[in-house]
């Protein structure tokens, strides 16, 4: 978090010329006063009298931090929030931060200058050293998110089970050079599915080909170059794991766009069971995510830490997955779920 003394280096001024800004001290020029303001605006710095102050307040206002708004996933967890929410009467703050690490930050300093009691955080663009700090000043709750350092509540799904059973069912249906995609590769989520993926390949005895990992895929178009790339190879993957359902979406179409037979000639995974799955002919085989249930224990942590006043200490709710499979990698599939 910043000090007084970053603040100083920032404006290139004392600590004293500082301190004397932040006191509202007569005798400072202007210009200087601008410097300091500046530093502390760049820095999201808050003088200590000010975040103790702010401390004792409410705002009745959630922060909800989301990658993006677009994805189904997200939505839907944003609905259940909000109405948990309304039911308490407050108020949820969408932010957007479209993966970047910086908007995170920018976000986050909503809880430390106090303009929101609590923030539920989906996905950490920043490494936990940074986001830490900002346990100080209100509860942030990590939802669809989870980090081994973090000492806050986390509730998220077994991501690693999802990775693997999803990996098996392919394997099971015959298929044995299987492509992989992810949305962020660097994200703890992205891991443990990967995880999960070479677990099962391993218990299959199946070597895993890097030219078909794709860790950059978010949007059904991603899912469209995803085929493009693949179609002319003759010792292509015959199935493919995908971490969204828009990416699978996009290979699906793409691939009967070219005449391809979905299964017979590439079986395809999703992950979320947005409608878009349903709506696809054929229907995707997908991850279906408990996102209400998510949604509704999240909300309830954090209330309780908002009326506790406990900013910090670990807490985990790990949920299961149901795999749904249908006619994307099944020829003969009915709406299943397998635990």
Not at 26 to 52: D, H, Q, T, W
Not at 63 to 86: C, D, G, H, K, Y
Request: glycine share 6%.
């Amino acid at each position: 978090m910043a000090t007084i003394e970053d603040v100083a280096r920032s404006a290139g001024l004392s600590r004293t010329t500082v301190s004397r800004v932040i006191n509202d001290h007569p005798y400072v020029s202007i210009a200087k006063k601008k410097k300091v303001k500046e530093a502390m605006e760049e820095l999201g710095y808050v003088p200590n009298s000010a975040a103790r102050s702010l401390r004792n307040q409410r705002t009745g206002m959630i922060a909800v931090l989301i990658p993006r708004v677009m994805n189904p996933f997200f939505s839907q967890l944003i609905e259940t929030l909000e109405l948990a929410a309304a039911e308490s009467f407050y108020q949820l703050i969408i932010c957007q931060t479209q993966y970047s690490a910086k908007k995170e930050l920018t976000y986050l300093n909503l809880l430390k200058t106090k303009q929101v009691d609590g923030v539920i955080l989906t996905s950490a663009e920043n490494d936990w050293s940074a986001i830490e700090g900002f346990t100080e000043y209100g509860p942030v709750i990590l939802c669809n998110e989870f980090d081994e350092r973090a000492n806050v509540p986390m509730i998220y799904m077994d991501q690693q089970e999802a990775g693997y059973k999803a990996t098996r069912h392919l394997i099971e249906q015959g298929h044995r050079k299987i492509a992989y995609c992810c949305g962020r590769f660097r994200s703890n989520v992205a891991s443990a599915r990967e995880e999960g993926f070479m677990m099962a390949l391993h218990e299959a005895g199946l070597a895993f080909d890097e030219q078909y990992a794709f860790r950059e895929a978010i949007t059904s178009s991603d899912g469209t170059e995803i085929f493009r790339s693949i179609r002319g190879d003759s010792g292509r993957p015959t199935a493919i794991f995908t971490g969204s359902d828009e990416v699978a979406a996009g290979i699906v179409s793409e691939a009967l766009r070219h005449g391809w037979s979905i299964p017979r000639d590439l079986a395809v995974t999703g992950f979320d069971n947005q409608v878009i799955t349903e709506l696809m002919n054929p229907r995707i085989t997908t991850v279906e995510q408990p996102v209400r249930e998510m949604a509704l224990k999240t909300m309830e942590v954090l209330l309780e830490r908002i009326r506790n006043r406990q900013y910090t200490g670990t807490e985990r709710h790990q949920f299961s997955m149901k795999l749904i499979v249908r006619e994307s990698t099944h020829m003969q599939a009915e709406l299943a779920g397998i635990q």
